[in-house]
T-cell receptor
Framework: DAGVIQSPRHEVTEMGQEVTLRCKLI?????LFWYRQTMMRGLELLIY????????DSGMPEDRFSAKMPNASFSTLKIQPSEPRDSAVYFC????????????FGEGSWLTVV | EDQVTQSPEALRLQEGESSSLNCSYT??????LFWYRQDPGKGPEFLFT???AGEEKEKERLKATLTKKESFLHITAPKPEDSATYLC????????????FGTGTRLTIIP
């Protein structure tokens, strides 16, 4: 089976521009997580969906960040407007309820805001 | 609030030199403790899940153990390909399914 698929893998954008990161879940998985990784803070949960419903968005930094699941297998994370402090690696991860609680990560989207 | 602390931050070992990585945690009811491996430029790769104190799991040169306050990842006779960052995470019984991660131990095995 294909793993979690993220795009783009790398993005460099100018401050103030809109950034959209995309994620395709593993087939059959029904929970989705967006994490952000930085050197200073490590991996931090931004938002978590279960069966397309946002369950916990307490990690979303501010209103500039938004996440959606338009269908059961796909999600987007949007930053508008982007700022240099948003530079980080953004990981999408998915799991299947009842599958031993294991969460599987994608390869990440490396974002640089200049 | 769930917390995970990993030590040391970085560890350099000679090939074949066994050692252990530590993960101390506080959580309001442990549902599971997870170990992941992360290579540079890659996403975390699942290694083990431990559910209760006293549990142990092994995979090749790695063995993970769990007590009520901490977990250890023992590396026996490591090889250069074991070089990576090892991440520990906890999942609580009293919350959703999210994982709370430590900041990792960067392991380097010198040939």
């Amino acid at each position: 089976d294909a793993g979690v698929i993220q795009s783009p893998r790398h993005e460099v954008t100018e401050m103030g521009q809109e950034v959209t990161l995309r994620c395709k879940l593993i087939s059959g998985h029904n929970s989705l997580f967006w994490y952000r990784q930085t050197m200073m803070r490590g991996l931090e949960l931004l938002i978590y969906f279960n069966n397309n419903v946002p369950i916990d968005d307490s990690g979303m930094p501010e209103d500039r960040f938004s996440a959606k699941m338009p269908n059961a297998s796909f999600s987007t994370l949007k930053i508008q407007p982007s700022e240099p402090r948003d530079s980080a690696v953004y990981f999408c991860a998915s799991k299947k309820t009842g599958d031993g609680n294991t969460i599987y990560f994608g390869e990440g989207s490396w974002l640089t805001v200049v | 609030e769930d917390q995970v602390t990993q030590s040391p931050e970085a560890l350099r070992l000679q090939e074949g030199e066994s050692s252990s990585l530590n993960c101390s945690y506080t959580v309001s009811g442990l549902r599971g403790l997870f170990w992941y491996r992360q290579d540079p430029g890659k996403g975390p790769e699942f290694l083990f899940t431990l559910y209760s104190a006293g549990e142990e799991k092994e995979k090749e040169r790695l063995k993970a153990t769990l007590t009520k306050k901490e977990s250890f990842l023992h590396i026996t006779a490591p090889k250069p390909e074991d070089s990576a960052t090892y991440l520990c995470a906890v999942q609580s019984n009293f919350g959703n399914e999210k994982l709370t991660f430590g900041t990792g131990t960067r392991l380097t095995i010198i040939p």
